[in-house]
């Protein structure tokens, strides 16, 4: 039992880490003041063109709102009106994860019940561009890589968890 506790305690540690919902990196311009930016808008063309279903527009775009929203700034009505203009894009890619599995019954080693499990998902990619309007430049930007989309059941659970991952390095900390 004294030998099982290491390997359990590392099973464990990785079970966590292996969950997290995405991996998150952002950019952003030195030298733009993010005091400045009160409101924001969503880019309706980029919106037309993105590549998801409604249900999931829907959900990043909800997410992204009330994130905003908690953090003091206000939905312009229109674009023209909005300091910030959000574009959002979104792809994936199939990714296969192959893990072995070793009946403890049977003992350790390929000839002794190991065998392996695939699982073939698709991982989504999301990329959240804040431009500033008056300026028509790229002021900050958030990268949300990893999230499952193959998961059907759990994606409204999953994308707004998503989203506050990326926003949560909104606004930079200089």
């Known amino acids: 039992m004294k030998n099982l506790l290491p390997f359990l305690g590392l099973f464990m540690l990785f079970a966590f880490t292996s969950c997290n919902t995405v991996r998150v990196t952002s950019d952003y ?3 733009a003041n993010f005091d400045q930016y009160k409101s924001f808008a969503f ?7 993105l590549k998801m279903n409604d249900l999931d527009k829907r959900r990043v775009v909800e997410a992204i ?3 905003l929203q908690s953090k003091g700034m206000s939905t312009a009505a229109y ?6 203009i959000i574009n959002i894009s979104a792809n994936n890619k199939t990714r296969v994860n192959i893990e072995p599995w070793y009946d403890p019954w049977w003992g350790w080693g390929p000839m002794w019940g190991g065998s392996q499990r695939v699982n073939q998902y698709k991982e989504g990619t999301l990329i959240l561009d804040f431009i500033d309007r008056r300026q028509n430049t790229l002021v900050w930007q958030g990268v949300g890589q990893g999230l499952n989309v193959s998961d059907i059941e759990r994606k409204a659970e999953k994308i707004p968890v998503a989203v506050q991952e990326i926003l949560a390095k909104y606004p930079p900390k200089k």
């Open 43 to 49: 880019h309706q063309k980029g919106l037309a063109d």
């Open 79 to 84: 674009e023209t009106a909005a300091d910030i």
């Open 29 to 31: 311009d030195r030298s």
């Open 65 to 67: 709102t009330q994130s």
